[in-house]
């Protein structure tokens, strides 16, 4: 069986991430998608909303599983017995940005990459964009699945409420 991960923060989960997560798993028997709780990223969403908004948006592709990693990217695929990750790229700054991960995940364990191009009607979209547009009243319905685009537009406006005090 040929497994690979699709890591991620999924904060929330994009049209972008769909498109890349579907067509890794039309190339492999399974396709992990592992959130991280990355701790450099303060989000809007918790690991577990994410996982529930992902597991929503891909109950289509019966090869798909998510669940929640922490620690080593390299050490949860070798628990898992992955051997590939599959990681979209938008643009030449994500190849530079994702290649010395690679390189190192390769290097610590043989965990190897693919990259998939981001199709193109998506390279501009990020996670952290639509967070800053639905935060500032912006329309994001067309960037997300419905289920999250409704879930992200509550998060918006509940952000957007003065707190007491
Ligand atoms: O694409 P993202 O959302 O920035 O991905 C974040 C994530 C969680 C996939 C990435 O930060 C990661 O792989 N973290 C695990 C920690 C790890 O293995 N670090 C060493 C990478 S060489």
């Not at 599959?86 to 190849?95: E, F, I, L, P, T």
């Not at 994702?98 to 193109?120: I, K, W, Y």
Request: charged content about 20%; overall charge neutral.
């Amino acid at each position: 069986m040929t497994r690979a991960v699709c890591p991620g923060s999924f904060d929330p989960v994009t049209l972008g991430h769909l498109d890349v997560i579907g067509r890794a798993a039309a190339m492999f028997d399974e396709v992990v998608v592992a959130v991280g709780d990355n701790i450099s990223k303060r989000g809007w969403f918790s690991p577990t909303e994410r996982v529930a908004m992902l597991r929503e948006a891909c109950a289509a592709w019966p090869g798909v599983r998510i669940t929640l990693f922490g620690g080593l990217l390299v050490d949860f695929c070798r628990a898992e017995g992955i051997g590939v990750v599959a990681k979209g790229v938008r643009s030449s700054a994500d190849v530079a940005y994702e290649l010395s991960m690679a390189q190192m995940n390769r290097r610590l364990t043989g965990l190897d990459t693919v990259f998939l191009p981001t199709a193109p009607e998506w390279s501009f979209l990020s996670s952290s964009l639509v967070r800053e547009v639905a935060g500032l009243g912006g329309d994001v319905t067309p960037f997300l699945s419905p289920a999250v685009a409704d879930q992200v537009q509550r998060r918006a406006a509940a952000r957007r409420e003065p707190t007491a005090g």
